[in-house]
């Protein structure tokens, strides 16, 4: 849904637990993670690919302001929900760019989540180790 008035794009991205929502505008480039600095939210090299992989793959990178807040789950699947909310938020702003997101699968939610943990066990798979006598 785009706001008239600041021209601002905004989705929904999710991952894991992770939900991240992401306000996008024309700019010069400053992304902000609740109200913190990107490269101070996201310390880790490869989370910082993982979240902006889809903006560097349409070369957008210093042409938009991106908002973002984030909240639940881990660094890994906080990151990977940036990034879908990123693609739609790009999408939104330029449809041509959907067949680029959508060939590079930027546009698929990653729907794996952690499996439950079972009664009378451990873990989700894990057994208590079998004693026979």
């Known amino acids: 849904m785009a706001i008239d008035s600041i ?9 894991k637990t992770a939900r991240a929502r992401v ?13 913190k600095d990107f490269a101070e939210y996201f310390p880790n090299e490869a989370e910082q690919k993982a979240a902006l ?6 070369e957008k990178t210093d042409k938009v302001n991106i908002r973002i ?5 881990g660094k890994n699947g906080q ?12 999408q939104l702003m330029d449809s041509g760019l959907r067949s680029k997101l959508k060939m590079a699968g930027h ?11 079972k009664p009378g066990q ?12």
């Open 79 to 90: 990151a990977g929900a940036v990034c879908l909310g990123i693609a739609r938020a790009l």
């Open 7 to 15: 021209q601002e794009f905004v989705s929904i991205g999710r991952r």
């Open 23 to 35: 306000r996008l505008s024309p700019g010069t480039g400053k992304i902000k993670v609740n109200g």
């Open 107 to 117: 546009l698929t939610r990653d729907a794996r989540m952690r499996e439950r943990k």
């Open 53 to 58: 992989a889809s903006l560097t793959l349409v």
């Open 69 to 73: 807040l984030v909240d639940g789950g």
């Open 122 to 133: 451990p873990g989700a798979r894990k057994r208590f180790q079998f004693s026979k006598r």
